[in-house]
């Protein structure tokens, strides 16, 4: 299987702060990998796919980055609402579709 | 708008059979572009694909290693929903199950999660 690894496991931030955050694939993927957000208690939503693409609805504060093996999840700003944690999941290799551990976004 | 709908008992005996049905509305199960997933979640384990259906003139079933053998997921036309059957369940199978829609990119739409407990 695709070993996807996020850095960092946690992170706290405050409102209005730019947060990067990361996952590495074991292998290259091309650009197939998806970003969600989760809160307590709820699905996780998807806010990125293919590496790039803002899904519908999703604020432009959101973006994402990279390609290989190597990717990023940007937000410029951080919001309120914002506070929740984020996966990667790679559709690489279709059968064997795996997800991050995941990062907490904490407020500071 | 995609929706989808959950149903299925929240507690099973250990050896049993896990059943969990995701009712669709806004889309079809026999799509030509969607896959249909379920996805469960646990401390022990994080977010872990288990297996999807799908329809490309014929249905085509994929299941994760990790399950394969124990899996059964099954389209139903005729309710326009899909299955979950987990087979010999163990506390290790204790989790929150999602259904999921796979769409161009990523999944998209999310049942609302079931809680599973395997216990006697």
């Known amino acids: 299987d695709i070993q996807m690894t996020q850095s960092p496991s946690s992170l706290s931030a405050s409102v209005g702060d730019r947060v990067i955050i990361t996952c590495r694939a074991s292998q290259s993927i091309s650009s197939y990998l998806n970003w969600y957000q989760q809160k307590p208690g709820k699905a996780p939503n998807l806010l990125i796919y293919?590496?790039?693409s803002l899904q519908s609805g999703v604020p432009p504060r959101f973006s994402g980055s990279g390609s290989g093996t190597d990717f990023t999840l940007t937000i410029s700003s951080l919001q309120p609402e914002d506070f929740a944690t984020y996966y990667c999941?790679?559709?690489?290799?279709?059968?064997?579709?795996?997800f991050g551990q995941g990062t907490r976004l904490e407020i500071k | 708008q995609v929706q989808l709908q959950q149903s299925g008992p929240g507690l099973v005996k250990p050896s049993q059979t896990l059943s969990l049905t995701c009712a669709i509305s806004g889309d079809s199960v026999s799509s030509n572009s969607a896959t249909w997933s379920w996805v469960r979640q646990s401390p022990s384990r994080g977010l872990e694909w288990l297996g999807r259906?799908?329809?490309?003139?014929?249905?085509?079933?994929v299941y994760a290693a990790s399950v394969k053998g124990r899996i059964t997921i099954d389209p139903d036309t005729s309710k326009n929903q899909f299955s979950l059957q987990l087979h010999s369940v163990t506390p290790e199978d204790t989790a929150i199950y999602y259904c999921t829609r796979g769409a161009a990119g990523g999944f998209d739409s999310w049942g609302q999660g079931t809680l599973v407990t395997v216990s006697s």
């Open positions: 259906t799908s329809y490309r003139s014929t249905w085509y079933y």
């Open positions: 999941q790679q559709s690489y290799n279709t059968v064997r579709i795996t």
């Open positions: 293919g590496a790039s």
